[in-house]
């Protein structure tokens, strides 16, 4: 995510920030860790862990309404749902405010089985915006892989013969064992001969992609339109995330041919077939439906000031997530978080000092679109934000808190943070004065243009390889007592960003960390989004 810079205990922060406060056992019970008596704090922490909504929102969120990519009606349903939801909470300006336009279009069923020389249903989905297959029929073809050619023309010549057949595009992993289990079972020697065996193989492969003269990963799809022209049935990849049974399921650019993941552990037994020439055949029977350019949207609800209306503190997550899993820990608990977050505070602060704000955004996956557009339509709220907080990474506890390049909000920030339970701070690290946002996740969009944005980042979780971006990111990977504690953490930073009496400082760091080139950094360029936003081609 960002480069720490320095890394600083709560402990160490907080006694610098206020005076010694009576032992907390005067205040209550001592499980709840206050050092500072407020009832408003108090209420918020009863209802956020006491009376959490947040197992029944995720329920709705991830089992109901699913996966949320930008331009699906997946996506139009939720925002819906978190509309409603907000209203049923007496939050009453909750809207949907379009940002631009962006390529809709609509998953359906994905189903692919092998025929021959065996029968077996394989774990197999679309890559997001695919077409399906004709009319969402099936098709029954030969499954080939991608040859290992000499060169460019050598490649030319074999696509012909790759017409009206399936082809398998990714690098086929000899094991599908994560290398964690192999350091646990395996003797050192054996895990190393195995290791060695598949770098080999990797290289291997990956100059057998570029003899044909196109790309295919991650972001370019060259070879998947070559292979399209020449009329292949369809393609078959696979991107292992090199955890037990889990892919990364991103996007695919091409206009009429599918394009789907097999598993690691599927693709695997469909390569060897191809390879030992044991004649592999399949039936695919795919849907989706390609809608044109359509509005995107970001959900925004607020709870008006009654002090200073026009400064504001926001809550910050994207809402918009790929869809291969249910979009559950990226970034659906982000999202659950600042929901519930915005709930207490209905309740607990309805009146607010200044006014509280949240973004629920599309497009991030995309490139932090939903957020670029609110900044670009709100330069008022951008100029007057008192701060964002912003979460965008797992279900465990929030571990750090990056001040973002703003040295002296880094005041401000410990000075709410001494004042929240050590239960809900205990972990937490301050990075300080901590690197601006270079476009991670949306708090960029807001610190880029210079106005106080702050990611709070939670625990790993494997976040990296079994949930992030993955097939596997399901409502049964949330651990949820951490959750309703980061809801009712953000709550409470909320409201104290609310009533501090002092407007916090958008100084800038005055001497950026050294680069890789040996020279200071700059500060990320203001770079709010347009209005229209096209997709890529």
């Not at 350019?293 to 009654?306: F, L, W």
């Not at 960029?444 to 106005?451: E, I, K, L, P, R």
Request: with cysteine; glycine share 10%.
């Amino acid at each position: 995510m960002y480069r720490r810079i320095a890394a600083y205990s709560l402990v160490a922060l907080a006694a610098a920030a206020v005076p010694a406060a009576p032992a907390a056992a005067q205040f209550g019970p001592p499980a709840s860790g206050f050092v500072v008596e407020n009832p408003v704090l108090r209420r918020i922490w009863a209802l956020g862990m006491d009376s959490s909504h947040t197992e029944a929102l995720a329920q709705v969120l991830f089992d109901s309404l699913g996966p949320r990519l930008t331009g699906s009606p997946g996506m139009e349903a939720a925002q819906d749902w978190a509309v409603s939801t907000y209203k049923s909470w007496g939050i009453a300006d909750a809207r949907k405010e379009q940002y631009g336009t962006w390529r809709g279009w609509r998953r359906g069923i994905t189903h692919m089985d092998l025929l021959t020389p065996r029968v077996r249903s394989l774990e197999a989905t679309m890559l997001a915006w695919s077409p399906g297959t004709p009319k969402g029929k099936p098709v029954r073809a030969a499954v080939v892989a991608l040859p290992d050619v000499a060169d460019s023309a050598a490649f030319l010549a074999w696509l012909p013969q790759a017409k009206g057949k399936f082809v398998m595009v990714s690098f086929p992993q000899p094991t599908c064992r994560p290398d964690t289990s192999w350091e646990h079972w395996a003797s050192p020697a054996v895990y190393d001969s195995m290791k060695a065996r598949r770098q080999a193989a990797q290289q291997a492969w990956n100059q057998r992609i570029a003899h044909t003269g196109y790309e295919y990963r991650y972001g370019h799809y060259s070879l998947a339109r070559r292979l399209e022209a020449a009329g292949v049935a369809g393609v078959i990849s696979n991107y292992w995330s090199q955890g037990w049974g889990v892919d990364k399921i991103f996007d695919t650019y091409v206009d009429h041919t599918p394009v789907v993941d097999v598993s690691c552990e599927d693709y695997g037994l469909l390569y060897r077939l191809a390879e030992h020439h044991q004649g592999p055949v399949v039936e695919l029977q795919a849907e989706s439906q390609a809608r044109g350019e359509v509005p995107v949207y970001n959900v925004v609800a607020s709870i008006k000031g009654s002090e200073l209306p026009n400064e504001y503190v926001m809550l910050s997550a994207h809402f918009d997530s790929w869809d291969g899993g249910s979009g559950a820990t990226d970034n659906g608990t982000g999202t659950i978080m600042m929901m519930e977050a915005m709930r207490i505070l209905s309740i607990v602060y309805p009146h607010p000092r200044r006014t509280i704000l949240i973004g629920d955004w599309s497009g991030e996956e995309e490139g932090l679109l939903g957020s670029k557009g609110f900044v670009a339509d709100h330069p008022a709220i951008v100029d007057s934000l008192q701060a964002l907080f912003n979460q965008d990474n797992g279900t465990g506890r929030a571990e750090r808190l990056n001040s973002a390049g703003f040295p002296d909000a880094s005041g401000n920030l410990a000075r709410y943070l001494s004042q929240v339970p050590s239960d809900l701070t205990r972990d937490i690290k301050f990075a300080f004065p901590g690197m601006p946002a270079g476009g991670g996740t949306d708090n960029a969009s807001f610190d880029m243009c210079g106005a106080p944005g702050f990611d709070l980042n939670s625990g790993q979780w494997d976040y990296g390889f079994y949930t992030w971006h993955t097939n596997r990111d399901t409502y049964d990977k949330i651990s949820f007592d951490d959750l309703k504690g980061n809801a009712t953490l953000v709550a409470m930073l909320a409201y104290l960003a609310s009533e501090d009496p002092q407007f916090m400082s958008r100084s800038k760091r005055d001497v950026m960390p050294t680069g890789r080139n040996g020279q200071p950094m700059t500060w990320p360029a203001c770079t709010p989004g347009a209005r229209s936003t096209p997709a890529p081609q």
